[in-house]
């Protein structure tokens, strides 16, 4: 009984990570400048609308920025985006976000998200590492409207911030854990 719940367990995730894939093509970029463009406006955006993620930003080693991110499910789902990470506000590398998932779901979105990388410690791990776990490796806190309320940057002593953002569509709930980042060729 265990084996066969172990393997409806990986075939499950097998199937909603080529959900996810099948997704890469909704919310893939048509060009790096497209993605370069699209990444430096929604940073732009989101520190202009948000005190706490302007003074992140000042002081970040470095910034991944995923502008459009598409999540879709029906029992099995997953997500897709493409992104960049910016250094000193250029783009220096390309990285898609994927996860997938199963359970009681249904609808589709999209939403894009930004990571701060605050240390050498977190921007060494995902450059040298073959793809980044959320939840995994670095300690990314999620900014949300409660953790604002009470964040100092005197008072930063986490690895990674991010930040959700332009969430549209019908899904219940948004998060970025156990999301995998990997780098890309643009």
Known sequence: MR???QSF???AFALAAVFALTLAGVAQAATAEDLDKDSAQ???NLTQTNRVAA???RK???VLVFPNIVKAGLVFGGSYGEGTLMKGGRVVEYYNSVSGSWGLQAGAQS???VVFLMNNKAVDYLEKSSGWEIGVGP???VVDEGVAKNFSTSTMKDDAYAFIFNQQGLMAGISIE???ISKIKR
């Open 3 to 5: 084996n066969l719940k």
């Open 9 to 11: 367990t990986a075939a």
């Open 42 to 44: 929604a940073l732009r």
């Open 55 to 57: 003074d992140i930003s």
């Open 60 to 62: 970040a080693r470095a």
């Open 111 to 113: 939403y894009g998200y």
């Open 139 to 141: 300690t990314v806190v």
């Open 178 to 180: 156990g999301t995998k």
